[in-house]
């Protein structure tokens, strides 16, 4: 039972566009979520996180975006960069010390 | 710099044996973490401790098994019984419990362990 879903496995972009990654989970108690950049061989880093309470959040070149009603999370990265090529998985919790994670997408940013 | 520091990053085991993976941290958080990952499968939880002296099964804990005597560290252990346990093994820690919002998960960069 997959609660947290990313579909599209990859994802390719032009240097300078916009990178927007989804992600949709099942679990209508979910409260709390976040984004995660993993480069090869290396331990996956926080980029950004939502609670449920809002809408969007911004960082700099990263915004998240949560719509609670279509149980739809995403991620935009704009302007996108060559070093942002990575995978990025969403993950949720519920309030508990559990993250459930999605399988991941794996962006390439084209020069 | 605070961190999470995992060792060997690359480990060699034969069939049967038992292995201890390390995960030692410096950032004085509370919780620990282990998490699995295999290709095209996001992040499994296989343990996880919320203090010292206390540790609960995750979603995948058969054939694991860890211990958290100190703060610090919180080793896991592959046992023989772990039916594939051929895997990237990626420890974390919070400072409190995730349901609080500034308390995201930290991450080492991780052990590839290879069972032949």
């Known amino acids: ?30 409260d709390y979520f976040l984004w995660y950049k993993k480069y090869p061989a290396e331990g996956p880093t926080f980029l950004i996180s939502i609670s449920s309470i809002k809408d969007k959040n911004e960082d700099g070149r990263f ?30 919790s519920s309030g508990t010390y559990k ?5 991941g997408t794996r962006l390439k940013v084209l020069a | ?8 990053k690359y480990l060699f085991r034969k069939e049967g044996q038992n292995v201890t993976l390390s ?15 295999d290709p095209g499968q996001g992040l499994r939880l296989i343990y996880y401790s919320q ?26 252990t592959v046992t023989s019984a772990q039916k594939n346990p051929t895997a990237f093994y990626l420890c974390a ?11 995201p998960l930290h991450f080492g960069n991780g052990t590839r362990l290879t069972v032949t």
């Not at chain 1, 879903?5 to 108690?29: A, H």
């Not at chain 1, 975006?65 to 949720?92: E, M, R, T, W």
């Not at chain 1, 993250?99 to 399988?103: A, R, S």
């Not at chain 2, 995960?23 to 990952?37: F, I, K, S």
Request: a negative charge; aromatic letters at 12%; glycine letters at 8%.
């Open chain 1, 1 to 30: 039972d997959q609660q947290v879903k990313q579909n599209s496995p990859s994802l390719s972009v032009q240097e300078g566009r916009i990178s927007i990654l989804n992600c949709d989970y099942t679990n209508s108690m979910f």
């Open chain 1, 63 to 92: 915004t998240v975006f949560l719509n609670k009603s279509a149980k739809h999370l995403s991620l935009h990265i704009v302007p996108s960069q060559p070093g942002d090529s990575a995978v990025y998985f969403c993950a949720a």
């Open chain 1, 99 to 103: 993250y459930i994670f999605g399988t």
């Open chain 2, 1 to 8: 710099d605070g961190g999470i520091t995992q060792s060997p």
């Open chain 2, 23 to 37: 995960c030692e941290q410096n950032l004085n958080h509370d919780a620990m973490y282990w998490y699995r990952q």
């Open chain 2, 51 to 76: 203090i010292v002296n206390d540790f609960q099964k995750g979603d995948i804990a058969e054939g694991y098994s860890v211990s958290r005597e100190k703060k610090e560290s919180f080793p896991l």
């Open chain 2, 93 to 103: 820690s919070s400072r409190g419990p995730i349901g609080s919002y500034n308390s």
